[in-house]
């Protein structure tokens, strides 16, 4: 207790100008101007701070401070991003009438100076460089310093003086304005909300704070990752109006892909963007707010750009590339006889509607390669911009399973003749751009899918007029080989997660998506989303998503029992409003009957059993358990709705096994009597169906509590859980068994819980992200 007395004292004996009285440091300190802080990755800072500063930076700050949402837009992930600084200005802001400025790192601004233009105050000295003065005008080192002078109690659950909301007011006061608010807000220092630096971490970034906070991007991609990325870019860049319509599509597809090569080790991640300059000259990246939108350039070159920010888990999508890939997009998109006259303009009713933009690729080989990195594409839905806070995410339920239809028989010919006739009607929100009027735009919308939902309906009926052709065979089998071909997706609340194979307890419903759905979703939530667009826009995007939505549950409930599939629609939409029901009861309705031979009266569950028979080579096993993991936590499966009602949406257990762990999550999924409510989700909930998914490894990327249970102790957990009746009973299991926020030792189970995740996930890796780890 004296040593960490006798460093506080020191730290405010040192900084006494930042804590106690400076209000013009133009004077005492000079004007401000940007420092050159980026050193040669040779030098001895640049090895210091890759080798030393960096790993505290990542493990202790960029776990709060990563993305969109990092409080203040202040982006620890990068030497960039450290250096631009903070900003009142909120991405996420769900009521504005125009769209805001984009503020993306890398593409907006491309220098300090920029950023300052732009409003960012910096978190680093920008005055005289004098190693005093590199601390008294250092927000980030005041920051650090707060809180060590007024560390939180331990293992308490802290008070109302903290707000741990999503949407919390922010506080980004400027290094001439922290003296005010650090009196007016003595708990706000960093990290905020968690215990603070260890001495030896505080000292290693006083130290390398005072010594003008130098930095040094990653090393490069080696020799032979350098040789993988120009073999890409030579067969993305070639000439013919064939190969250039191609690598649009492929872009339009993968520009959200961490894309590595899986023969290297010690990998290197790389983006796919468009540039205005050739293979072999320095990226001139595009700066358009959408892949879709016009790159006002002559020609376009797609380019394999290494990303050197730290990897993060919500943003984490990563995609693998290798000989077979090449070989499998040539024959897709190459091999085909087809000509291309002439490559479709960037007009939006043109670029924001695939079905126009590429028409003159054939069906089966866009579908297919969707199909191949499924997982990946419907990621960009999750993990994309547009997937943040719960508005944005309750047009989806808390768990459902992902089929898709064979592309032998969703690819043909006649599906791609079908398309070309309704692509008018096919049109999507994104032609709209980022500021729209939601009401008039919302009815044009909805005729339109409307039409559309008629001619499929049409076209089902007389394809499957002999109802033989309509059964299991038409669910993909993902080739025999590839686990994308069943998926299952998570919402958490206001965040969600996608992972492969049949996850958890059967769901209350589930999707089939077909060529023209898949698509659809992806240029809807992807692609054509601007998450800087206004209140129209993200309302519009976010309405349309009803549509898709069930159509993908239409596609699953074709498979069900004539006589059962109203019924079967109308509990999944139980209370929903007057004017749903009359859209769902439109005359043009699959009336066909399945060919699936049913010999129960739950034919629903019967159909999941068939799906999984179907499906069994394919599907992943991740998160099953296995023989030598604890079996016994699936009891908590069991666990009433009422007992469940206490936990949080994602929680993650570690259990220690030997020299090793063992890692567990616990998925809490909330049951709705419908989902068709935008802005009054709370009063379509049906808190008695509510369910718990317990699978191995890990799901989610927001913990919201680690619980650290020893082998013994299993039992007691379940048991104890299982027994949850009121809050006090789960703050007693949480002091028990959960490592608070508030735990002397949280950073060090936060970097076992890394560690660990690490072995789990490989390639998947990322930090995750502590904004909401829960506060009870």
Same mark, same amino acid.
């Given at each position: 207790?004296?040593?960490?007395? @006798?460093?506080?004292?020191?730290?405010?004996?040192?900084?006494?100008?930042?804590?106690?009285?400076?209000?013009?440091?133009?004077?005492?300190?000079?004007?401000?101007?940007?420092?050159?802080?980026?050193?040669?990755?040779?030098?001895?800072?640049?090895?210091?701070?890759?080798?030393?500063?960096?790993?505290?930076?990542?493990?202790?700050?960029?776990?709060?401070?990563?993305?969109?949402?990092?409080?203040?837009?202040?982006?620890?992930?990068?030497?960039?991003?450290?250096?631009?600084?903070?900003?009142?200005?909120?991405?996420?802001?769900?009521?504005?009438?125009?769209?805001?400025?984009?503020? #993306?790192?890398?593409?907006?601004?491309?220098?300090?100076?920029?950023?300052?233009?732009?409003?960012?105050?910096?978190?680093? *000295?920008?005055?005289?460089?004098?190693?005093?003065?590199?601390?008294?005008?250092?927000?980030?080192?005041?920051?650090?310093?707060?809180?060590? @002078?007024?560390?939180?109690?331990?293992?308490?659950?802290?008070?109302?003086?903290?707000?741990?909301?999503?949407?919390?007011?922010?506080?980004?006061?400027?290094?001439?304005?922290?003296?005010?608010?650090?009196?007016? *807000?003595?708990?706000?220092?960093?990290?905020?909300?968690?215990?603070?630096?260890?001495?030896?971490?505080?000292?290693?970034?006083?130290?390398?704070?005072?010594?003008?906070?130098?930095?040094?991007?990653?090393?490069?991609?080696?020799?032979?990752?350098?040789?993988?990325?120009?073999?890409?870019?030579?067969?993305?860049?070639?000439?013919?109006?064939?190969?250039?319509?191609?690598?649009?599509?492929?872009?339009?597809?993968?520009?959200?892909?961490?894309?590595? &090569?899986?023969?290297?080790?010690?990998?290197?991640?790389?983006?796919?963007? #468009?540039?205005?300059?050739?293979?072999?000259?320095?990226?001139?990246?595009?700066?358009?707010?959408?892949?879709?939108?016009?790159?006002?350039?002559?020609?376009?070159?797609?380019?394999?750009?290494?990303?050197?920010?730290?990897?993060?888990?919500?943003?984490?999508?990563?995609?693998?590339?290798?000989?077979?890939?090449?070989?499998?997009?040539?024959?897709?998109?190459?091999?085909?006889?087809?000509?291309?006259?002439?490559?479709?303009?960037?007009?939006?009713?043109?670029?924001?509607?695939?079905?126009?933009? &590429?028409?003159?690729?054939?069906?089966?080989?866009? /579908?297919?390669?969707?199909?191949?990195?499924?997982?990946?594409?419907?990621?960009? &839905?999750?993990?994309?911009?547009?997937?943040?806070?719960?508005?944005?995410?309750?047009?989806?339920?808390?768990?459902?399973?992902?089929?898709?239809?064979?592309?032998?028989?969703?690819?043909?010919?006649?599906?791609?003749?079908?398309?070309?006739?309704?692509?008018?009607?096919?049109?999507?929100?994104?032609?709209?751009?980022?500021?729209?009027?939601?009401?008039?735009?919302?009815?044009?919308?909805?005729?339109?899918?409307?039409?559309?939902?008629?001619?499929?309906?049409?076209?089902?009926?007389?394809?499957?007029?002999?109802?033989?052709?309509?059964?299991?065979?038409?669910?993909?089998?993902?080739?025999?080989? *590839?686990?994308?071909?069943?998926?299952?997706?998570?919402?958490?609340?206001?965040?969600?997660?996608?992972?492969?194979?049949?996850?958890?307890?059967?769901?209350?419903?589930?999707?089939?998506?077909?060529?023209?759905?898949?698509?659809?979703?992806?240029?809807?939530?992807?692609?054509?989303?601007?998450?800087?667009?206004?209140?129209?826009?993200?309302?519009?995007?976010?309405?349309?998503?009803?549509?898709?939505?069930?159509?993908?549950?239409?596609?699953?409930?074709?498979?069900?029992?004539?006589?059962? #599939?109203?019924?079967?629609?109308?509990?999944?939409? #139980?209370?929903?409003?007057?004017?749903?029901?009359?859209?769902?009861?439109?005359?043009?309705?699959?009336?066909?009957?399945?060919?699936?031979?049913?010999?129960?009266?739950?034919?629903?569950?019967?159909?999941?059993?068939?799906?999984?028979?179907?499906?069994?080579?394919?599907?992943?096993?991740?998160?099953?358990?296995?023989?030598?993991?604890?079996?016994?936590?699936?009891?908590?499966?069991?666990?009433?709705?009422?007992?469940?009602?206490?936990?949080?949406?994602?929680?993650?257990?570690?259990?220690?096994?030997?020299?090793?762990?063992?890692?567990?999550?616990?998925?809490?999924?909330?049951?709705?009597?419908?989902?068709?409510?935008?802005?009054?989700?709370?009063?379509?909930?049906?808190?008695?169906?509510?369910?718990?998914?317990?699978?191995?490894?890990?799901?989610?990327?927001?913990?919201?509590?680690?619980?650290?249970?020893?082998?013994?102790?299993?039992?007691?957990?379940?048991?104890?859980?299982?027994?949850?009746?009121?809050?006090?009973?789960?703050?007693?299991?949480?002091?028990?068994?959960?490592?608070?926020?508030?735990?002397?030792?949280?950073?060090?189970?936060?970097?076992?819980?890394?560690?660990?995740?690490?072995?789990?996930?490989?390639?998947?890796?990322?930090?995750?992200? /502590?904004?909401?780890?829960?506060?009870?």
């Amino acid at each position: 207790m004296f040593n960490r007395f @006798a460093l506080v004292c020191l730290i405010i004996t040192m900084t006494g100008c930042a804590l106690y009285g400076v209000t013009q440091f133009d004077t005492l300190y000079g004007k401000p101007a940007p420092q050159l802080r980026m050193t040669q990755s040779h030098d001895r800072e640049a090895i210091h701070y890759l080798d030393t500063v960096k790993p505290i930076i990542e493990s202790r700050c960029v776990v709060c401070h990563g993305c969109y949402d990092a409080p203040c837009q202040l982006k620890l992930s990068s030497p960039e991003g450290i250096d631009r600084g903070i900003t009142d200005e909120l991405v996420y802001d769900g009521a504005r009438l125009l769209a805001a400025t984009p503020q #993306r790192l890398f593409l907006d601004a491309h220098t300090t100076e920029q950023w300052r233009e732009r409003g960012f105050k910096p978190v680093l *000295n920008e005055h005289l460089q004098h190693p005093d003065v590199n601390l008294a005008a250092s927000v980030m080192h005041q920051s650090l310093v707060l809180k060590l @002078a007024h560390p939180l109690p331990e293992q308490a659950v802290l008070g109302d003086e903290f707000d741990f909301s999503l949407d919390r007011n922010q506080s980004c006061p400027s290094a001439e304005g922290y003296q005010q608010f650090a009196q007016d *807000n003595p708990l706000a220092g960093m990290p905020y909300g968690f215990p603070g630096l260890s001495q030896q971490e505080f000292s290693t970034l006083q130290a390398w704070l005072m010594d003008g906070a130098k930095m040094a991007q990653i090393n490069e991609p080696s020799v032979l990752e350098s040789e993988q990325v120009a073999r890409w870019e030579a067969f993305l860049n070639q000439s013919s109006n064939k190969h250039q319509l191609m690598a649009r599509y492929i872009y339009e597809h993968w520009f959200l892909a961490h894309i590595y &090569f899986d023969s290297q080790p010690n990998r290197s991640f790389f983006k796919l963007v #468009r540039s205005k300059t050739p293979p072999g000259q320095p990226i001139e990246q595009i700066n358009t707010l959408r892949p879709i939108d016009d790159p006002k350039v002559p020609r376009v070159y797609y380019r394999l750009r290494h990303d050197k920010s730290t990897v993060l888990a919500k943003t984490h999508l990563p995609l693998a590339l290798n000989d077979s890939k090449l070989v499998r997009i040539y024959q897709q998109f190459l091999a085909p006889e087809y000509e291309v006259a002439s490559l479709p303009s960037y007009r939006p009713e043109i670029s924001a509607n695939p079905f126009k933009a &590429f028409e003159a690729i054939p069906t089966s080989a866009k /579908y297919q390669f969707m199909l191949d990195e499924a997982q990946l594409v419907i990621m960009g &839905f999750i993990k994309g911009p547009v997937c943040r806070g719960q508005v944005a995410l309750n047009v989806i339920n808390d768990h459902f399973w992902v089929f898709f239809v064979d592309p032998d028989k969703s690819g043909k010919a006649d599906i791609g003749q079908f398309l070309a006739k309704n692509q008018d009607v096919l049109t999507l929100p994104a032609q709209d751009q980022s500021a729209v009027l939601p009401v008039a735009s919302w009815f044009k919308y909805a005729q339109a899918q409307l039409k559309y939902f008629s001619a499929k309906m049409d076209l089902m009926n007389t394809v499957f007029e002999d109802t033989s052709k309509l059964n299991l065979d038409l669910i993909w089998q993902g080739e025999g080989h *590839n686990h994308n071909a069943a998926l299952t997706i998570f919402r958490h609340f206001d965040s969600a997660t996608v992972t492969k194979g049949l996850v958890g307890q059967p769901p209350k419903t589930a999707w089939v998506i077909d060529y023209a759905l898949f698509e659809r979703i992806h240029y809807l939530l992807v692609a054509g989303f601007d998450v800087y667009g206004n209140v129209g826009h993200q309302l519009n995007t976010r309405l349309y998503m009803d549509f898709l939505r069930i159509e993908g549950e239409q596609n699953f409930l074709a498979l069900l029992p004539a006589n059962v #599939r109203e019924r079967t629609h109308q509990y999944w939409y #139980r209370n929903a409003t007057l004017s749903f029901n009359e859209y769902m009861q439109d005359k043009n309705r699959f009336i066909q009957e399945s060919g699936v031979a049913y010999q129960t009266d739950d034919p629903q569950t019967e159909l999941y059993t068939k799906l999984k028979q179907h499906l069994e080579p394919v599907l992943s096993q991740t998160h099953e358990f296995t023989q030598d993991d604890f079996s016994q936590l699936r009891a908590l499966e069991q666990v009433s709705s009422h007992s469940m009602s206490h936990l949080p949406q994602v929680s993650f257990i570690l259990i220690p096994d030997n020299d090793s762990h063992r890692a567990y999550s616990i998925i809490k999924n909330n049951a709705h009597f419908n989902i068709t409510s935008l802005l009054n989700e709370a009063s379509q909930r049906a808190y008695a169906e509510d369910t718990l998914t317990v699978a191995r490894g890990f799901i989610g990327d927001y913990p919201a509590v680690i619980w650290y249970v020893s082998p013994n102790e299993v039992s007691s957990f379940i048991s104890q859980l299982k027994n949850i009746k009121t809050l006090a009973d789960y703050q007693v299991l949480k002091s028990r068994f959960a490592i608070r926020r508030t735990d002397p030792d949280f950073w060090k189970y936060s970097d076992l819980l890394h560690d660990v995740a690490k072995q789990y996930t490989g390639d998947a890796f990322g930090l995750f992200d /502590y904004n909401r780890f829960e506060n009870r």
